[in-house]
């Protein structure tokens, strides 16, 4: 089995509705995301992947996070605090869209995670097999 994983990286606002702590303002993030695809087959060139394919993947679905006040997006609305654009539900948000788009990619990969820092010291992990 083999696993590659591709950074990028976007700046949006968010506020976390229920919270009691200074995240509860309005404030915004460079929020930097890795995703990790694995597989175990590897091409006629010995890639996994192709790295720059994984990043365009990414950066089409995180540019519609880039600018953004993350609360408006429907994902993270609704008023349930729950729904909060945290770093999980950001991180829960990409896995689901990389995942619908990996199998174009290629049959044979699998999304191993995707990782949401907020900060150069905070991040949380996404997968399935936790
Ligand atoms: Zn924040």
Redesign the pocket.
Known sequence: MFEISVKRRFAAA???EGYQGQ?SAL???TWIVEVAVAGSGLDSCGMLADFRIIKETVDGIVTDLDHSYLNDIVFFSGGDPKNNPTAENIAFYIYGKVKEQIIKISPGLMVRGVRVW?SPDASALYREDL
């Open positions: 968010h506020r976390l995240c404030h915004g993030h907020e």
